[in-house]
């Protein structure tokens, strides 16, 4: 089979979990004699970012006109950017089986242009629930008017599929409830990611490249500053427990402060470190922690590769993140002060921390390989 990715993923995202997931998928699809061929937002040419330039000023345009908020613009272009990109290169390369869309605003892109070809249309729905409320989870800003408008095109374009696919069951059933359907479609298929495969460094050389002093207590979260990673809850417990522990210090993986959390960063000491990118498996051998505030995981591939590093983790029950954790973790409940009683007890008693160290590494074993995985996807999609 010949199967083209089209993903709106850019340069540096191959270091993250979504990323980081796909082009494993992609390798584990390859290795079982497939052709497989990954079109990112990453190789965009001169003449795909002027296309971008225009598509956004003629949607701007048109939202101006009828008093729409302009802020989920660019989101929405780079995704047609991208299926005209896929177009293109199915057309010169051809012999394409399936076309596999890595979220729902690319499908509603390609639904939207109308084009139809005998490439079956598979589609993978990573966040929670529909598009347009996995957008303002991001802090997309996708307004109700624009919600009314995505809502019945992304029901279309997910009927119109040959297949879709969710990571959880949690992801399937949020999905439902946003688009307003009484069950979920024969076509709809849970398939979640394989267990990570990277090799943690040493840890000594790891906190000496990071800074991380003998004495500090280092607490890692993964993942971009966005509403629905919850910072100001995890800073907020980070504090609390700083007044007990004055030399724990929290790494932030994946993005910069905003104004938001500065009134939060005034009150800490030692102040947090905001990290915009790295090389997560550094990261996850020098910490002592891992903490994650989050409750709308469709799956949560950073919380996965906490455990596969054997970092004793802490995480806020909600979403999939219960499903796909299980007993891996410290699951506690959505409140600054439960996520801080949580990391003290981890920082002050030692042997709970090997407990929950022993905990991660089990649960991630029991996770299935990407080899495993990609034979399940191929088998749902005829490739076999």
């Not at 119109?160 to 696919?165: C, G, H, P, T």
């Not at 104004?259 to 102040?271: D, F, G, N, T, V």
Request: charged share 20%; aromatic share 6%; with cysteine.
């Amino acid at each position: 089979m010949n199967i083209l990715v089209v993903t709106r993923e850019r340069v540096g995202d191959e270091r993250f979990g979504l990323g980081r997931a796909i082009r494993s998928l992609c390798d584990a699809m390859r290795a079982a004699g497939h052709r497989v061929t990954l079109l990112d937002a990453a190789s965009w040419t001169p003449a795909d970012v002027a296309m971008d330039r225009r598509i956004r000023g003629l949607l701007s345009w048109v939202a101006r006109r009828l008093r729409m908020v302009e802020a989920p613009i660019p989101a929405i272009s780079e995704r047609i950017v991208q299926v005209v990109r896929a177009r293109r290169l199915m057309r010169s390369s051809g012999n394409y089986t399936h076309i596999w869309y890595q979220d729902s605003l690319l499908a509603i892109a390609h639904d939207w242009l109308g084009w139809r070809d005998s490439a079956s249309v598979v589609i993978s729905v990573h966040g929670l629930g529909s598009a347009a409320q996995s957008a303002n989870l991001d802090g997309l800003g996708f307004d109700q008017r624009w919600v009314s408008i995505l809502l019945p095109m992304e029901r279309r374009a997910l009927r119109r599929a040959d297949l879709v696919f969710l990571p959880s069951a949690a992801a399937r059933e949020h999905l439902v409830r946003d688009l307003g359907l009484a069950a979920s479609p024969s076509h709809w298929h849970v398939v979640g990611h394989g267990r990570p495969t990277f090799k943690l460094p040493p840890r000594d050389e790891s906190r000496c490249a990071l800074g991380i002093g003998d004495g500090e207590y280092m607490v890692l979260a993964v993942g971009r500053v966005a509403p629905v990673k919850q910072y100001p809850r995890m800073l907020d417990a980070v504090a609390i427990v700083q007044r007990a522990v004055p030399h724990l210090r929290l790494v932030i993986l994946g993005g910069a402060p905003t104004p938001e959390l500065a009134s939060r960063l005034a009150a800490m000491e030692p102040k947090p470190t905001f990290v915009p990118s790295g090389d997560v498996p550094v990261y996850l051998a020098a910490a002592d922690a891992y903490l994650s505030a989050c409750v709308d995981e469709s799956y949560g591939l950073a919380n996965v590769e906490a455990l596969h590093a054997g970092v004793p983790s802490i995480v806020s029950a909600g979403g999939a993140t219960p499903e796909v954790v299980g007993y891996g973790a410290w699951l506690c409940s959505p409140s600054a002060e439960a996520m801080a009683h949580a990391l003290s007890r981890v920082v002050e008693n030692d042997e709970f921390g090997r407990y929950l160290r022993r905990c991660a590494q089990e649960r991630c074993g029991e996770l299935p390989q990407w080899s495993q995985i990609a034979s399940r996807y191929l088998e749902l999609m005829g490739c076999t």
